[in-house]
């Protein structure tokens, strides 16, 4: 099971500003581990980032996204208290889905 | 001599005149675009492309202008390609897809994000970048695909690990 | 007439070490206002993949090792038994029980190996492969638990002293095939190999600046790594035999480090190439 997201969601006037960290491998099947064998590809291949349900970001991801991945949007429509959701699904059928408070 | 540099120009005019062409040619794909969004099972396909042509293709497109209302932040020097920052503004009405594209990379795309209406058209994300190259911004609003492109060196700061 | 030339002599090195100093200083700010990779570093912010580490490590001093014990309930980091607030800071230092001086990583293995942890299995992993080590992970979380402490390593002890001073000698000592010391790329301002800039660990601000943003999660590797890796790694660029993991050479040249970085503000685990 993958370690929990880092999420944080600021409100800056009217803007919402959502700032994550996702713990992932992202490995893109071109690399060597030390037993000098090719590191199956693995990577996260959508993120869906939701505001009390409505989707406010979807992304399409490839191996070429950094380990570790980092993402920031900026989305207009939430208020303090709002319930920011992320979710990634990657290329082994693994999924995530955390959520934080829009402070 | 001056045969070598009229051919220079003519070709320099020639370019110009194609560029035109390309112009008026994106119209009707443009509609067609439009038209058809790309089907759920498809979402993958762009990742298959390895320029930026097959890339805009892959999204329905036909081809792409240089914009100016594109900002594409990403450091003039990465001291490591594994991690390399990049962050894009669009500044163009209608913008609902902003990609990052390397070409030197096994896979041209490295990522797409779908912008709905109310978010904003700006993204903040770490990308790998294989070598020095071009990296591209690309955009895609209600009138077509645009891009900015910046280059990034990528070197490999002090010594081993 | 003695006495007017010793003045004299006096008051020559003190001008000579003013003028050495803001040299130095110039040296310095111009170095970073050159510093290519500037911008890189700026725009990777303070998103630190290091933060899962930690949170790991959290979890490791809070779980039942194989005696049914926590690391939490049991182990003494120099300020009492749990207590993780600041430990780093004043660490390396002299265990009584032990009767050692211990960096963090060989108290962290002392206290496991006293819970029946499998230590020789954990040392033999400390730099993880690929994934991180629980050592890695637990170094991670306890030196974050001294974020915007500054260093007090107290040298009260004269096994304190001691260490201090064969770190300082090993710092200094060429050995191996290239004939090199550590402060043959670590003493001189404004060094650097490719792009980076090598820090000068014979100034306090060069070791402060090093010292409080180590450990750190590591890019080119994807994983937090330890000072006492980031020792280890000099040494095999060195050609010198292998840093015994935990060894009294590399607490030694941790203590010469940390002592150096004296008042500086830890900010690890901090963020590299």
Known sequence: MADPMKIRAALNGDVVEVKALMAHPMETGLRKGSDGKLVPAHYIETVKVACNGREVLSADWGPAVSKNPFLALRFKGGKAGDKVSITWTDSAGESRTDEVAIG | MTVDRRKFLGLTGGGGVLALCAGTGLLPRLAAALTSPLAAGDTRKPFEASTLDAVIKAFGGAASQASGDIDLRAP?????????????????????????????????????????????????????????????????????????????????????? | ????????????????????????????????????????????????????????????????QAGGKTLAATCDLGLGVGKTRGAYAALPRYFKDTGK????????????????????????????????????????????QSRGVPMAVALSHPQERKAYDLGKAIFYYRAGTHDFSCATCHSQAGKRIRLQMLPDLATP??????????????????????????????????????????????VALTMFLAKSADGGVLAAPGLKR
């Open chain 3, 101 to 144: 001086v211990q960096d963090l990583e060989a108290r962290v293995v002392t206290c496991l190996s006293r819970l029946g942890a499998d230590t020789a299995t954990l040392v033999g992993k400390r730099f993880g492969d690929g994934s991180e080590s629980e050592l890695e992970s637990l170094t991670a979380y306890l030196v974050e």
């Open chain 2, 76 to 161: 003039e020097i990465a001291e490591n390609g594994a991690v390399v920052p990049i962050e894009i503004t669009s500044k163009l009405p209608g913008t609902k897809l902003i990609a990052i594209v390397s070409e030197k990379n096994p896979h041209a795309l490295s990522a797409a994000f779908h912008i709905p209406e109310g978010t904003e058209a700006w993204i903040s994300t770490r990308v790998k970048i294989a070598e020095t190259s071009n990296v591209v911004a690309l955009v895609q609003t209600d009138k077509g695909f645009f891009h900015a492109e910046r280059l990034v060196k990528v070197t490999l700061g002090g010594c081993g690990g």
């Open chain 3, 1 to 64: 007439m003695a006495i007017g030339n010793r003045g004299w002599a006096l008051w020559l090195s003190a001008l000579l070490a003013i003028a050495g100093g803001s040299l130095a200083a110039i040296g310095w700010s111009q170095d970073s206002a050159q510093d290519p990779v500037a911008e890189y570093r700026a725009m990777m912010g303070d998103d630190n993949p290091a933060v899962f580490a930690e949170d790991r490590g959290k979890e490791l001093w809070n779980t039942a």
């Open chain 3, 205 to 250: 601000e060069g070791a402060r600046a090093a010292y409080t943003t180590w450990p750190a999660y590591r890019i080119s590797q994807g994983e937090v790594r330890t000072m006492e890796w980031r020792l280890a790694d000099c040494f095999r660029q060195q050609r010198l035999p292998e840093l015994e993991y935990g060894s009294p050479a590399a």
